[in-house]
């Protein structure tokens, strides 16, 4: 969803009889642009949820295909949720079949030093063997039987 539609349909939402609006997030946009951010502040029914998805670059380019630069853009967003008051928390893809504990434990670290509310706060996924998620993990050269 492009910037002006997503703050358009917020205006809707605030209008609206629905107390919540969860906006699923990776972070890139709101890492690389922190006006993003302070655009979305003034409404007072978002919650946002960024996503990890892993915690080296090196997960990040072998689990999404990202460049290894986008790592720190996640972790940027969330600071810059901070700075602008927003309601939000932290989940990340750390299910050990996908993650190294290695990378968990590099993960959390990283967390804690945003600040360390984010990892007593962490929504842990798993991973849910979908026909989509399997086929895109073939794509990126992982060998989904090894896993699952």
Known sequence: MGRQHLLGLLGEVE??????FILETNGVLFG???EYVRSIAPYSKVHVRVSLKAG?????TSRTGAV???FELPYQAIRNLIEFGLSF????????????P????????????????LVRDLEEEAVEPYRTTLA???AYGIDPRKIF
């Open 15 to 20: 209008e609206s009889e629905f107390p919540l």
């Open 32 to 34: 690389h642009d922190k």
């Open 56 to 60: 080296t670059p090196e997960g990040l």
């Open 68 to 70: 290894p630069e986008s």
């Open 89 to 100: 928390h932290v989940a990340c893809m750390s299910d050990p079949r996908v993650m190294p």
């Open 102 to 117: 290695d990378e968990r434990r590099s993960l959390l670290k990283k967390l804690n030093e945003v600040d360390t509310k």
């Open 136 to 138: 895109r993990m073939e």
